[in-house]
């Protein structure tokens, strides 16, 4: 691997492709640890965190054959391994602590002043309402809101135009704001 060093990702797909096990070690190698990390606040425990991961990686290889990957490889574990982190707080059936978590961090920007706001109410909602959120759209918001990243690098992740990234976007916020305001 060491000429392919500056690109570990490109090396980790030709072994997928070419089955060779070496991959798997080679993903949890070089992105295992900001996978953790990512989910770990999340879950509020390392050692799930941990599980989810090396689940993950092991159903990548048993996909392999099934599933498209392509460098950068990071930002599509990303979203795999949030979306695996909230199907484990649904089934542990702590929900109500993700949604306290949500509440009183990402929420903290609604002024005290605005009346009836149930913080932990509105959260739950929007929650239940982004995982309502049609696939490439709610794969596009979570890449935007949650990974901080630019309409670019996350049109560069899914191999499409700016302006495509752009109307997801558009379409997951006003799916939002419908889903949202039927909640009422």
Request: proline content about 3%; glycine content about 2%.
């Amino acid at each position: 691997m060491a000429s392919n060093d500056k690109n570990p990702d490109e090396t980790i797909i030709r072994l997928l492709n070419s089955d060779d096990r070496k991959s798997i070690s080679l993903i949890y190698k070089y992105h295992a640890a900001v996978l953790i990390k990512s989910i770990t606040r999340l879950l509020g425990s390392s050692e799930d965190a941990e599980d989810i991961v090396q689940d993950l990686i092991i159903t990548i290889w048993e996909r392999r054959k099934e599933i498209s990957l392509r460098a950068p490889m990071r930002n599509y574990l990303l979203v795999a391994v949030y979306n695996r982190a909230i199907n484990h707080i649904k089934l542990k059936g702590r929900h109500s602590e993700f949604v306290a978590d949500i509440s009183d961090t990402d929420l903290a920007q609604i002024p005290d002043g605005i009346p009836n706001v149930n913080r932990k109410e509105l959260s739950k909602h929007i929650h239940i309402a982004i995982m309502r959120i049609p696939g490439k759209a709610r794969a596009v918001l979570l890449l935007s809101l949650f990974f901080k990243m630019s309409n670019k690098e996350i049109a560069n992740h899914f191999g499409v135009t700016v302006k495509a990234v752009e109307k997801n976007i558009t379409k997951a916020y006003r799916l939002l704001k419908i889903l949202l305001h039927a909640t009422k």
